[in-house]
């Protein structure tokens, strides 16, 4: 059994408190306005409820990577007014991480968290300056639980250490109730679908999952680095060579745990991703100039077998470069195949959910991770900074 999350069942009365929210809305900006609202809609159950309890909210986030210094273009004011619209009512967003004093204002977002240097060095007195916004907290940033930085790790430990509550939301809840049952508890046959551009980033979640489920398909430019440790040719393909050694030990020890890894058995190549002129080939002879930019459709068809006989399944990185079609129709394919299983579907990672929005098919799994390297890291099993300290 894994340690009980504290959640918002656990924050007692709340009517006329002010409380932290911890959120993450790390947006795509363009022309200075929201992007794609997807994270700032996931957080508006969370911040709807303390609401409804009579809280007063202080918000925060981080956006983008401003390493410590003010920068206009990553300010937070557009995704105030966003969060603004969804909510329901007016957000005040503040011009200041840490204000001195906080306006009256029910809903009060600050500004972006790494404008300060302490948020992504745990500092204490960085932490210190937030806690003196609240009286309880609560943490909702899901794709921010991985990192110890000041908002997620040193400030929920003051709240704590002065009495106060330190409760996770309703997203991180969900999130780690179905991310932990594929960790500990999945129906079976378990099926993995693992792609996207670098075998580096998740060899430790192939070995996890190896560990747990029945069978792991592999496309994306990560299955070139397999098919060629193991003799195929792959022609100019995306490749890691110093990771032949990891990928061999990885099979190896699927084989022996009688876990299927399945690897493309035909892709689309092409001379470039932005060249239409594209031909199918089989996976392990693509001829020399070509890249693999996408599975092919025996792939896909094969693919799509297994993930139909699967109970669960949990779909992390696209099969092919879909921002460019048509090597779009492998990541389609296995979209369409997931959401038509039978099976308790998981799909995360930032592109593989661009790419299932894309397909308008959003609606038709079980569960949409909204948290990248954190829910790539909760599934290797890691304990993460911004969890373990909601825990009981
Ligand atoms: P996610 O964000 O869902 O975790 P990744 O970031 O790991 O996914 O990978 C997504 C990227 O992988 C996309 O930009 C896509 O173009 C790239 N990619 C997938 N297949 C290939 C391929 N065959 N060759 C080159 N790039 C690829
Ligand atoms: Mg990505």
């Known amino acids: 059994m894994s340690p009980r999350l504290r959640t918002l069942d656990r924050l007692g009365n709340v009517a006329g408190v002010r409380v932290f929210v911890r959120l993450d809305l790390n947006v795509p900006?363009?022309?200075?306005?929201?992007?794609?609202d997807s994270r700032i809609r996931a957080a508006i159950p969370t911040l709807r409820e303390l609401r409804e309890l009579g809280a007063a909210l202080v918000v925060a986030s981080h956006l983008g990577r401003p390493k410590g210094t003010a920068?206009?273009?990553?300010?937070?004011?557009?995704?105030?007014?966003?969060?603004?619209?969804?909510?329901?009512?007016?957000?005040?967003?503040?011009?200041?991480?840490?204000?001195?004093?906080?306006?009256?204002?029910?809903?009060?977002?600050?500004?972006?968290?790494?404008?300060?240097?302490?948020?992504?060095?745990?500092?204490?007195?960085?932490?210190?300056?937030?806690?003196?916004?609240?009286?309880?907290?609560?943490?909702?940033?899901?794709?921010?639980?991985?990192?110890?930085?000041?908002?997620?790790?040193?400030?929920?430990?003051?709240?704590?250490?002065?009495?106060?509550?330190?409760?996770?939301?309703?997203?991180?809840?969900?999130?780690?109730?179905?991310?932990?049952?594929?960790?500990?508890?999945?129906d079976r046959p378990y099926v993995a679908i693992l792609g996207g551009a670098k075998?580096?980033?998740?060899?430790?979640?192939?070995?996890?999952?190896?560990?747990?489920?029945?069978?792991?398909?592999?496309?994306?430019?990560?299955?070139?680095?397999?098919?060629?440790?193991?003799?195929?040719?792959?022609?100019?393909?995306?490749?890691?060579?110093?990771?032949?050694?990891?990928?061999?030990?990885?099979?190896?020890?699927?084989?022996?745990?009688?876990?299927?890894?399945?690897?493309?058995?035909?892709?689309?190549?092409?001379?470039?991703a932005e060249d239409a002129e594209a031909r199918t080939v089989p996976a392990g002879a693509i001829p020399a100039g070509l890249k693999g930019l996408d599975i092919g459709p025996a792939t896909v068809a094969r693919f799509g077998e297994v993930i139909a006989g699967a109970k669960t399944v949990l779909w992390n990185g696209p099969m092919g470069v879909f921002e460019h079609p048509p090597f779009d129709a492998g990541t389609r394919g296995v979209a369409l195949a997931v959401a038509a299983a039978p099976a308790f579907t998981v799909v995360g990672g930032g592109d593989s959910l661009a790419a299932v929005r894309a397909a308008g098919l959003e609606g038709s799994f079980d569960h949409l991770s909204t948290g990248g390297g954190a829910s790539l890291e909760f599934l290797e099993g890691r304990a993460l900074p911004g969890i373990t300290i909601l825990e009981e």
């Open 29 to 36: 900006l363009a022309d200075g306005a929201v992007a794609d």
């Open 71 to 186: 920068r206009d273009d990553l300010r937070l004011r557009p995704v105030g007014e966003r969060l603004g619209e969804l909510l329901g009512e007016p957000v005040t967003a503040l011009a200041d991480v840490t204000p001195v004093e906080l306006p009256d204002d029910p809903v009060v977002l600050l500004e972006n968290l790494r404008f300060d240097p302490g948020e992504e060095r745990d500092d204490p007195a960085f932490a210190g300056r937030l806690a003196e916004l609240a009286d309880a907290y609560v943490d909702d940033a899901f794709g921010a639980v991985h990192r110890a930085h000041a908002s997620v790790s040193a400030l929920p430990e003051l709240m704590l250490a002065s009495g106060r509550a330190a409760v996770a939301g309703r997203l991180v809840q969900r999130e780690v109730d179905v991310l932990g049952r594929l960790l500990r508890d999945a």
């Open 199 to 272: 075998v580096s980033d998740k060899l430790p979640v192939i070995d996890a999952l190896v560990d747990r489920v029945d069978a792991l398909l592999i496309g994306g430019a990560m299955a070139f680095t397999l098919l060629a440790a193991s003799g195929g040719a792959i022609g100019d393909s995306l490749v890691e060579p110093d990771r032949f050694d990891d990928v061999r030990a990885s099979g190896e020890r699927a084989r022996t745990r009688g876990v299927a890894i399945e690897l493309p058995i035909d892709v689309v190549a092409a001379a470039a």
